[in-house]
C-alpha cells in the first residue's frame, strides 16, 4: 500500500470547532492515513531497532471540553503504549507536520537520558542535525531550533528533564504545511524515515 500524503482539507481539520466535530473528522480523514502510515513506518523501526516496534494513534481519549490541536501516530517497542516509553511521532497541526524521538511526561527513561546527556553535552548535541527543532512541552506548538542552542541551554533543559515530573523532550523536523501538501509519499516516507534515522543515537541514549 502507498504512503499517503496530507492536503489541505487535512489541515482544516483544526478549524472545526467543537470536540465532537473536530474529533469525528479526525477519526474520518486523519487516522486511516495514520494506520496506513503506521504500518510502513513500523516496518522500518523494527528493521532498524531489532525489536518488534507497534503503532499507537492519538484517540484523545481524555479530552472532554477542549478539541486537540494537534494530532499524531507513534511507535514504540511496546504494544500496549508508548507515553511511558521513549517513541517516535509523526503528527501534524494547522500549520505544520512534525517527525520527533519523544521523551514526555510519563516516559520513564527521561532521566536516564537527560544524565547521559549532562556527560557529554558537546557529544550529543552534535548528534542533532542543525535544522533540527526542540520542544520540551507537546501540548504548545513553541519550538526551538537545534542550532540555537549554546551549551548552557542545553544543560538548562536536561536538568530540567531530569528533575521536573512534567518536563519533556521532543527533537526533529517540521515540515510547514505549505510544503507538506506538495510531497507526494514516497518522498514524504523517505523524509520520515531518513529523520528518525538520524535521531537513532538519541534513542539508543534513553536505555544506556
Known amino acids: ?3 499517503p500524503t496530507f492536503t489541505n482539507e487535512d489541515f482544516h481539520v483544526f478549524a472545526i470547532d467543537g470536540l465532537e466535530s473536530r474529533m469525528e473528522a479526525l477519526q474520518r ?16 523501526l523494527t528493521t532498524k531497532l ?7 494513534i492519538a ?3 481524555r479530552r472532554t471540553v477542549h478539541a486537540p490541536e494537534e494530532t499524531w501516530v507513534a511507535w514504540s517497542t511496546n504494544k500496549r503504549g508508548y507515553k511511558a516509553h521513549p517513541h517516535f511521532q509523526l503528527g501534524l497541526r494547522d500549520t505544520h507536520l512534525f517527525a ?8 520513564e527513561q527521561k532521566k536516564i537520558f537527560a544524565n547521559h546527556f549532562l556527560k557529554n553535552i558537546q557529544k550529543y548535541s552534535s ?5 533540527f527543532y526542540i520542544s520540551i512541552d507537546h501540548t504548545t506548538p513553541d519550538v526551538t531550533a537545534a542550532s540555537s542552542l549554546d551549551p548552557e541551554r542545553w544543560k538548562s533543559i536536561m536538568e530540567r528533564l531530569a528533575k521536573v515530573k512534567k518536563a519533556e523532550f521532543l527533537c526533529g523536523i517540521l515540515i510547514p504545511r505549505k510544503e507538506a501538501v ?3 509519499g514516497k518522498i514524504l516516507q523517505k523524509k520520515v524515515e531518513k529523520t528518525y534515522d538520524q535521531l537513532m543515537p ?4 534513553s536505555f544506556e
Open 29 to 44: 480523514e486523519i487516522q486511516p492515513k495514520f494506520s496506513t502510515m503506521g504500518e510502513s513506518i513500523s516496518e522500518f
Open 1 to 3: 500500500m502507498s504512503f
Open 50 to 56: 531489532g525489536d518488534t516496534v507497534y503503532t499507537h
Open 182 to 184: 506538495n510531497l507526494n
Open 100 to 107: 520527533y524521538f519523544a521523551l514526555i511526561y510519563e516516559c
Open 202 to 205: 538519541l534513542y539508543h541514549l
Open 59 to 61: 484517540r484523545h481519549a
Open 127 to 131: 548528534f542533532i542535525p542543525h535544522d
